[in-house]
Each structure stands twice: as structure tokens, then as C-alpha cells.
């Protein structure tokens, strides 16, 4: 499996009863019953590219808004969200068509289910990338231009938030293969 097939793996779950579950909003939202494989694997299919979108077309029109245009947080969040809306409104629009259920996912649920998706070294290359861009916030905050500090300070805490969720699914990941032993 691929980094954004454990991205997707998140919102996916097989209940007691052995129904595949779908949670287009996560531990915020009811479930949706997939009845068959062809619904799993297509609602898969949906949601991975919808991360691929999010990865390679929403991040760099965020950064060429910055680097290029030099607009500031708040134009770029309001671009992020104009693209990103509409991305999920067309994953609502396809999961409609499948009935609610009343189950929920937790997040460790998901963290655990996203963890299985994931090469356990890819966890651990993210975890710390994610240190290094904890760093490199700090370094902006205190050494940068004053105007930069809440910048510093606000992708600091995002990476470090990153950085930790991440490296609990490397535990998850390292837990899961000593079982299979």
C-alpha cells in the first residue's frame, strides 16, 4: 500500500457484523454501509484522489499564492477552502447514495486502520520531517523577521501536532507487526 492508500484507510472500518463502513467526516460523522467490494473500492477510489487533489493541486496553489503573489494566511486559507469545499461536496454527492448507519468511528480507530495502510518507514521519515519543520518554526520564530513569529509559532505547533499523530501510528504500526508474529 501507498502513503495515500493509509491516508484513506482512515475513513474506512469493518464493524462486528462485517459490514464495510465508510466515514466521509471521520469521528464527526455517521457511517455510510458499503454492501458490496465494487462500493468499498470505489468510495475508496473517490476519497484517495481526493487526497491526491488535496496534496497536489490545493498545497501548491497555497504556496504559489505566498511565494508569487505574496498574499497574505488569510487569503491563502480562503483559497484553500474555495478549492477544498467543493471537493467534498462531490464526495457527499457519491455517498449519498449509500444508506447511514448509525455506527462511528473513533480516532483511534482510524489512526489504528490509517497505521495498517502504512509502510512503518514512511511513518518514521514523516515523523521526523516533522521534527525538522518543527525546528525550522522555531528558527523563523526566534531569528526571522518579527512580522514572521506567529508564523514560526503556528507551523511549530502544527508539525509538532503532525509530527505526534504520526508517531503514534508508527507505535500503532510497530505494535500491529509484533502481533502478526
Known amino acids: 500500500m501507498g502513503y495515500f492508500d493509509g491516508l484513506t484507510n482512515a475513513a474506512f ?4 457484523a462485517g459490514r464495510r463502513l465508510f466515514f466521509l467526516y471521520g469521528r464527526f460523522g455517521k457511517g455510510r ?6 462500493d468499498e473500492r470505489s468510495m475508496r477510489a473517490k476519497y484517495k484522489g481526493f487526497y491526491k487533489y488535496t496534496f497536489f493541486v490545493v498545497v501548491p496553489a497555497m504556496i504559489a499564492i505566498r511565494l508569487f503573489l505574496h498574499q497574505s494566511l488569510s487569503v491563502q486559507l480562503i483559497v484553500a477552502g ?3 469545499v467543493p471537493g467534498y461536496a462531490w464526495l ?10 448509525d455506527a462511528r468511528i473513533t480516532f483511534a480507530e482510524s489512526y489504528a486502520n490509517s497505521a495498517a495502510g502504512h509502510n512503518l518507514w514512511t511513518l518514521i521519515a514523516l515523523t521526523l520531517l516533522s ?8 528558527f523563523i520564530a526566534f531569528k526571522g523577521k518579527p512580522e514572521d513569529y506567529w508564523i514560526g509559532i503556528g507551523c511549530a505547533i502544527f508539525f509538532g501536532v503532525c509530527g505526534a499523530a ?10 500491529q507487526k509484533s502481533r502478526q508474529r
Not at 457527499?92 to 448507519?101: G, I, L
Not at 521534527?131 to 522555531?138: K, Q, R
Not at 504520526?166 to 505494535?175: D, E, H, T
Open 131 to 138: 521534527a525538522v519543520f518543527v525546528l525550522i518554526g522555531l
Open 13 to 16: 472500518k469493518t464493524d462486528e
Open 82 to 84: 474555495a478549492l477544498i
Open 166 to 175: 504520526i508517531g503514534w501510528m508508527a507505535r500503532l504500526k510497530v505494535r
Open 33 to 38: 454501509l458499503l454492501a458490496t467490494e465494487d
Open 92 to 101: 457527499e454527492v457519491h455517498a449519498r447514495q449509500y444508506p447511514k448507519v
